[in-house]
């Protein structure tokens, strides 16, 4: 049995501010709230941190990481246990614009890309982790390419896989039309990468799979 830990100062910081964050948003989180929710001072949250931006800089960081990589692990973990994987394996690991669980943290991550604008440590954060998701997700396409085709890659996997990457984002524009009664629908989007994934490849466009 594992002994109990007790959250340092620091840890119950962060994790207040976090709180914060997901309840009030990145404009709502105050530093007096976020000492009495965790039960330290003020003048101890500016010791770990220096100011408001540091804070916001380390907690953000934290959930960019987070909701970044933890997805990754998932895609990486389900499409390394099969066998004989197909493009629709690779569709199923990939977003789709009607999902509600990604949702609200496409949301944020565009929150915390916007906030990375205003506060520089921040910025060079993210800096760092979208090079290690990058290259990390390079090796995963290319992984998957070599695993469909049994072939060398003909195409730039870096390439792809910042497309893949990107189109994520973009999802929020899907958002505001589905709010008006339109949008674009898993399945059309679905269809369109099948095609564009078959294409890159040199395979035939095999069937939509319900």
Request: charged share 20%.
């Amino acid at each position: 049995m594992e002994p109990h830990h007790t959250p340092s100062s620091r840890e119950r910081i962060i994790a207040a501010a976090r709180a914060e964050v997901e309840t009030k948003g990145i404009l709502g989180l105050r530093v007096q709230d976020v000492a009495q929710n965790a039960k330290v001072s003020v003048p101890l949250i500016y010791k770990y941190f220096v100011d408001r931006d540091g804070l916001l800089a380390e907690v953000l960081g934290e959930m960019f990481e987070e909701y970044v990589l933890e997805q990754l692990d998932a895609s990486e973990a389900y499409f390394n246990a099969l066998e004989s994987p197909t493009v629709d394996d690779l569709l199923a690991v990939l977003a789709l614009p009607q999902q509600d669980f990604r949702r609200p943290r496409r949301w944020q991550r565009m929150q915390i890309l916007a906030a990375s604008m205003e506060i520089p440590t921040l910025r060079a954060r993210l800096s760092l982790v979208q090079n290690i998701l990058h290259d990390r997700l390079t090796a995963f396409v290319d992984n998957a390419v070599r695993r469909i085709t049994h072939a060398e890659p003909t195409m730039s996997t870096a390439a792809l896989s910042m497309l893949l990457q990107s189109y994520g984002f973009g999802f929020v524009l899907n958002d505001l039309l589905e709010e008006g009664g339109g949008g674009v629908t898993d399945e059309q989007f679905a269809s369109l990468m099948r095609s564009m994934l078959n294409g890159a490849m040199g395979l035939q466009n095999s069937p939509a799979i319900d």
